[in-house]
């Protein structure tokens, strides 16, 4: 038996919690590259824009789909995915945050 919280299960939980998370860091990502852009309006700037917008709706897909409780989703996956794409992208907010 699995342990549920608000109707998900734990692992289903923990992915979307993971996955608000990414979403956080992403919107710091996109303050950060629109600021940029305002100051340097070169093209590579606004390809981080579109990368960090993509990934976003991404999140925020993920996060309808798990809570629909979908069988196209599963929990453990979304959540290795999730943790890996949270270090990637803390990895990413820190580097553009020195520079």
Known sequence: MALEL???????????GIEIA??????GLLYLYIKSYRQIK?????????????????????????IMDNDILTGRQVLVGGFIE???????????WDY
């Open 6 to 16: 608000f109707g998900l299960t734990l692992i289903k939980t923990a992915a979307i």
């Open 22 to 27: 990414n979403i956080g860091i992403l919107l």
């Open 42 to 66: 070169i093209g590579f700037t606004v390809g981080l824009i579109l990368f960090a917008a993509v990934l976003l709706i991404r999140s925020i897909l993920t996060i309808a789909l798990l």
């Open 86 to 96: 949270f270090i990637a992208l803390t990895i990413l907010l820190k580097i553009t």
